[in-house]
């Protein structure tokens, strides 16, 4: 699978951005799929995942409440919306995907082959 990530940008705190994850190469359908961030300076974490047929996700302590991924399979679409954004939202959000794995997997980052090259989020206070 390739990904594609895209939709960062530059918002205020506060704003919403919505970014996409665009996959190609295989049936996406089969895939789980994650969104991971790395702020400057900082190891990479996790942010959300979803399950191949989009029935379980799992959240960051820390952006549940205000993300939301989601996923268009007949599209090969993956999504994280991001609402209310806080400055320490900032970094470069990856996409990242994976055939199927147990739950308890779906947020550790060595468990995902498949990785898009990172949106940069900038949020300003």
């Known amino acids: 699978v390739q990904l594609q990530a895209s939709g960062g940008g530059l918002v205020q705190a506060g704003g919403s951005l919505r970014l996409s994850c665009t996959a190609s190469?295989?049936?996406?359908?089969?895939?789980?799929m994650a969104w991971f961030r790395q702020a400057p300076g900082k190891e990479r974490e996790f942010v959300a995942a979803?399950?191949?047929?989009?029935?379980?996700?799992r959240y960051a302590d820390s952006v549940k409440g205000r993300f939301t991924i989601s996923r268009d399979n007949a599209k090969n679409m993956g999504y994280l919306q991001m609402n209310n954004l806080k400055p320490d939202d900032t970094a470069v959000y990856y996409c990242?995907?994976?055939?199927?794995?147990?739950?308890?997997?779906?947020?550790?980052?060595?468990?995902?082959?498949?990785w898009g090259q990172g949106t940069l989020v900038t949020v300003s206070s």
């Open positions: 990242a995907s994976t055939p199927r794995v147990a739950l308890s997997a779906l947020t550790t980052a060595s468990s995902y082959y498949y």
């Open positions: 190469g295989r049936t996406f359908r089969d895939f789980d």
């Open positions: 979803m399950r191949y047929s989009g029935g379980t996700t």
